[in-house]
């Protein structure tokens, strides 16, 4: 990796090169290795503010007050994996700014099965406010099945293996708070 660059650890739907080149604006051509992060595991708690998506109901439109999205914690017991992809200084700023709800993490010293040398590795993690638990109704938080769709392209971007991985290093989905999204 080039001096100044940094390497950005991907689990959720940054697992799909097509949403990764949506935020870049532009194809991808730099390293996509999968690897792991000891010590870390996925879950479903951190909530967007939502003003966009929304549900049809027999009763009309639902906007949920949050959308949830996939968080990492701290898991001494967990192994999680993804990809690491290298970004410059501009690159990272327009992540940032998608990643408005997460604070951005070093994890250089937590990666395994890839070497990143020339500048440091980050992940992001889910900010304390929009921490969301015990949600019972899509009215309150919901999961977008557009999500889903985004992770479901990333796992048949690594296969079988990859996925029974990442089943076993992140909660299971809040099926009961997935909806069928649209956009406003």
């Known amino acids: ?34 690897c792991r992060l000891r010590g870390w595991r996925r879950t479903w708690d951190i909530g967007m503010p939502n003003q966009d998506y929304y549900m049809e109901t027999a009763n ?34 327009n992540y940032d700014e998608r990643e408005s709800v997460y604070d951005r993490v070093e994890i250089s010293s937590d990666l395994e099965g890839v070497r990143v040398e020339g500048g440091p590795a980050y992940a992001y993690v889910g900010q304390e406010e929009y921490r969301v638990a015990g949600v019972e109704q899509p009215d309150s938080a919901a999961v977008r099945a557009t999500y889903l769709q985004i992770l479901e392209d990333g796992f048949a971007d690594h296969g079988s293996a990859f996925r029974a991985a990442y089943e076993a290093s992140s909660d299971p989905v809040p099926r009961h708070l997935v909806i069928e999204d649209r956009l406003r």
Do not use: C, H, Q
């Not at 940094?6 to 870049?24: D, K, Q």
């Not at 949920?64 to 690491?84: E, M, Q, W």
């Open 1 to 34: 990796m080039e001096a100044g660059k940094s390497a950005l650890f991907g689990y959720g739907s940054l697992l799909s090169i097509r949403s990764l080149e949506r935020t870049l604006g532009r194809k991808y051509e730099g390293p996509y290795p999968t």
């Open 60 to 93: 009309g439109r639902i906007f949920p007050r949050s959308i949830l999205y996939l968080n990492i914690r701290r898991d001494p017991a967990t192994v999680l994996n993804g990809v690491v992809f290298v970004v410059d200084p501009t690159d990272l700023k």
